[in-house]
């Protein structure tokens, strides 16, 4: 699979290149940023093919789902990888990655993809962040690359908890478009999409 990689001019494959090695660096004994990049990448592609979107969407979804937590490079990994609960103020600082990742984009290769970075923690009842965009204000890849990311979200394990099963997962997506979270023509497009759901084995390494 992996369509959609960009790989058009040595500039762009060596950009690509390097913000992975920084993604690969945020990294503890049994969470990746960059495996959780991929398999959002990967999956947010199979959505993008799935709905029939342009070649240049699908492109432009496999890199929002690459570069989505981008902005996670400036979050310590104190913050990041804490076991517990963060407290308010680690939240704030962990909260800024959407628009710390835009700003990364903007002026690059890939600045197409910038407000999905900005905009993938938005929620349709507004209730999101940064800018609190509802319904389709929020951008529809960014609606697509959230459904992705709450999925590989669910399905990894983290520092305090195991992964959750595959049709568990559905289940939660669907009660996060029920409630608000997510849009709901995504998520049917997850669950229509979820009987060929193939992640490569970047992906199967985080999932259980
Ligand atoms: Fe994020
Ligand atoms: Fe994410």
Not at 16 to 40: A, Q
Not at 81 to 103: C, I, N
Not at 125 to 130: A, E, L, S
Not at 133 to 149: E, F, Q, S
């Amino acid at each position: 699979m992996l369509m959609h990689r960009p790989q058009s001019t040595p500039e762009a494959a060596s950009y690509i290149e390097r913000l992975g090695e920084l993604l690969d660096d945020c990294r503890c004994e049994s969470y990746s940023l960059h495996d959780h990049s991929e398999s959002v990448a990967s999956l947010a592609e199979m959505l993008a093919v799935g709905a029939a979107l342009s070649e240049s969407d699908c492109h432009k979804a496999w890199l929002g789902g690459y570069f989505h937590d981008i902005g996670k490079i400036f979050v310590t990994r104190k913050i990041h990888f804490k076991p517990g609960a963060l407290t308010s103020s680690e939240r704030q600082v962990m909260r800024q990655h959407p628009a710390l990742g835009e700003r990364l984009l903007v002026g690059s290769a890939f600045e197409s993809v910038a407000p999905i970075a900005r905009h993938h923690h938005e929620r349709m009842d507004g209730t999101g962040y940064p800018d609190g965009l509802a319904g389709n204000r929020i951008p529809m890849l960014a609606r697509l690359v959230a459904v992705a990311d709450f999925y590989v979200a669910y399905r990894e394990n983290r520092t305090n908890r195991r992964g959750h099963s595959h049709s568990d997962t559905l289940i939660l997506a669907e009660g996060a478009a029920a409630s608000g979270h997510l849009d709901p023509e995504m998520v049917r497009l997850l669950v229509q999409t979820a009987d060929t759901l193939d992640l490569p084995v970047a992906a199967a390494s985080v999932l259980n």
